[in-house]
């Protein structure tokens, strides 16, 4: 059983930044795939970026640019760093882990990750 908890969110104007954790459970932490994907009140939640156990990182075009995912095995800690916000990041957003990482699964789809956060919000104002 692996366990997330996120934190970092919180309200910020147009143009700030923020910086989401995800603290997570577990001895093999190096090895998970670490996603995050948010949900915006009525629409359904969505791929933002993940990290692989190499460290490559993917993102979703709307974040590319703005936001980094970093992680510290060390903290078994994945890190959502995100600036120049804008109104339309309003969302919660969730980290999601997977523990195996294999070409099997499609990183990008939330159907890949078997462990979730509780989520976080994250309102940005114009």
């Known amino acids: 059983q692996v366990q997330l908890v996120e934190s970092g969110g919180g309200s910020v104007q147009a143009g700030g930044s923020l910086r989401l954790s995800c603290a997570a459970s577990?001895?093999?932490?190096?090895?998970?795939?670490m996603g995050w994907f948010r949900q915006a009140p009525g629409k359904e939640r969505v791929f933002v970026g993940n990290?692989?156990?190499?460290?490559?990182?993917r993102y979703a075009d709307s974040v590319k640019g703005r936001f980094t995912i970093s992680r510290d095995n060390a903290k078994n800690t994945v890190y959502l760093q995100m600036n120049s916000l804008k109104p339309e990041d309003t969302a919660v957003y969730y980290c999601?882990?997977?523990?195996?990482?294999?070409?099997?699964?499609?990183?990008?789809?939330?159907?890949?990750?078997?462990?979730w956060g509780q989520g976080t919000q994250v309102t940005v104002s114009s």
């Open positions: 999601a882990a997977q523990l195996v990482d294999s070409s099997t699964f499609n990183y990008l789809s939330l159907l890949a990750y078997y462990y």
């Open positions: 990290i692989r156990s190499s460290g490559e990182t």
């Open positions: 577990g001895r093999t932490f190096s090895s998970y795939v």
